[in-house]
């Protein structure tokens, strides 16, 4: 079924450890993104891409990194996690049509 | 760039009244506004969206105006029931390629 899948869904992790959430779709969108949410809280955009190679830094500052090596996959890197990095992580892909989200990563950093 | 406003920040209605979201965008070439409901702990669904050559737009219980003039859409829902309360995020489409959102309302359907 053509959908956007993340994972994993629930993360606890001690500070310091490097982490990577994974974004997969399988809807051919060359379009995608990370958002950043607090539970019911505005939708912070942290990285876009436009398609392979292409990555941009969105809206709110993040210490995170990403990749665009294939059309279906865009990972984010966390290279030491902080508490403050504690939050839902939503990633999203669209083309020229609806946006369409992921279930989410919730990751909690002890 | 864009920015969108969404008010109220959160709305409580009677089971069967109607609620009313409102939202107002600042870039006049934006042409695109999706409104996504999200339940807890679920991800952001897309429940209806409207282009800006179109001043309404209905599905069943739910309604999307646009207003070019004024830089102003809202979200209208009839009959509202229990299922109905969740958050609200309307959004407005910046250069063909990125969506900005709304701060949200969080809709309380009272029995």
């Known amino acids: 079924e053509a959908d956007i899948y993340q994972t994993p869904r629930y993360l606890v992790i001690g500070t310091g450890k490097k982490i990577t959430l994974e974004c997969s779709q399988t809807m051919g969108h060359d379009k995608m993104y990370w958002y950043q949410q607090d539970p019911g809280m505005e939708l912070h955009l942290i990285h876009y891409s436009y398609g392979v190679n292409s990555t941009e830094k969105g809206d709110l500052s993040s210490e995170s990194t990403v990749s665009r090596i294939r059309t279906e996959h865009f990972p984010l890197t966390l290279e030491s996690a902080r508490p403050s990095h504690t939050s839902q992580y939503l990633c999203?892909?669209?083309?020229?049509?609806?946006?369409?989200f992921g279930d989410g990563t919730r990751l909690s950093i002890l | 760039g864009e920015n969108v406003e969404q008010h109220p920040s959160t709305l409580s209605v009677q089971e069967g009244d109607s609620a009313v979201i409102k939202c107002t965008y600042s870039d006049s070439a934006s042409n695109y506004f999706p409104w996504y409901k999200q339940e807890l702990g679920k991800r952001p669904q897309l429940i209806i969206d409207i282009r800006s050559n179109v001043g309404e737009k209905k599905d069943q219980r739910i309604a999307v105006t646009l207003n070019k003039t004024a830089k102003h859409f809202s979200l209208h829902i009839t009959e509202t029931q229990p299922e109905d309360s969740a958050v609200y995020f309307c959004a407005g489409l910046q250069g063909a390629q990125k969506l900005v959102f709304g701060q949200g309302t969080r809709l309380t359907i009272n029995p």
């Open positions: 999203a892909s669209r083309d020229n049509g609806p946006q369409h």
